[in-house]
């Protein structure tokens, strides 16, 4: 496959995948949302890790189309189905941080080890919750 082809099909899949998560974080309950969210991958897929990285400029692409402007939770519950989708164990991650005396609550996507895929700011937030199957 060609690599425009293979752009076309991961920012497709991004754009229905952030349209869904923004509709389930209006119209679904967050205990839902984040029970969901809970489950492990069906299967494990040791050797996609290239996806990973695709998945995420594909997020990040289609999130910041001012037609779409997806805040953070949306983004991260789209990366974390296309990584859950793939076979990739992954974790929903949601913090807080002070900023100019009020709290700033943030959610991003880790993989393994601490590392982020979705919002690379992640590091000046305190980790809250985590949800997923890689723990």
Known sequence: MKLAAIR???LREAFVAIILARMAVRFISPARVFAWAN???RRINRFAANEANWISWAVEQMATKPWINALCLPRALAAHAMLRRRGIASRLCIGVARQDQALVAHAWVEIGEGDVVVD???GRFTPLAQFGGAR
């Open 8 to 10: 076309r099909v991961y």
């Open 39 to 41: 489950r492990a991958p």
């Open 120 to 122: 690379r700011d992640a």
